[in-house]
């Protein structure tokens, strides 16, 4: 679902929420319903405001985000990160996994 505003809305949110299930930045335990919304693509570049644009980041990692050295992409509406050279000097792109187990999210 796609949407002319800017900001995510309830739907989405929950949406997001449910698939990512805390901050997408590795370690961070943060969950995604304390969250702000970040547009991978940014809107203000044209990017949409749907959840295949929409990922979790807790309020550091959102407002730190631009010059942390980490990176953010949908491949197929889920997302990929690669993380500063200080934490993979390989720069691999990934898939997030969960840094608690599933059980602390239900």
Not at 46 to 54: A, C, L, R
Not at 89 to 100: E, F, G, K, N, Y
Request: proline fraction near 8%; glycine fraction near 6%; aromatic fraction near 10%.
């Amino acid at each position: 679902m796609t949407v002319t505003d800017r900001i995510f809305n309830v739907h989405q949110r929950r949406a997001i929420t449910l698939r990512d299930k805390e901050c997408l930045i590795p370690g961070c335990h943060v969950p995604a319903s304390w969250c702000e919304i970040h547009h991978v693509t940014e809107h203000s570049d044209g990017g949409p405001t749907s959840t295949d644009n929409g990922v979790p980041l807790c309020w550091w990692h959102h407002r730190s985000l631009e010059f942390s050295g980490w990176e953010i992409r949908m491949n197929d509406g889920l997302p990929e990160i690669r993380g500063p050279a200080w934490w993979d000097p390989l720069q691999h792109w990934r898939t997030p996994r969960l840094s608690l187990p599933e059980f602390a999210f239900t």
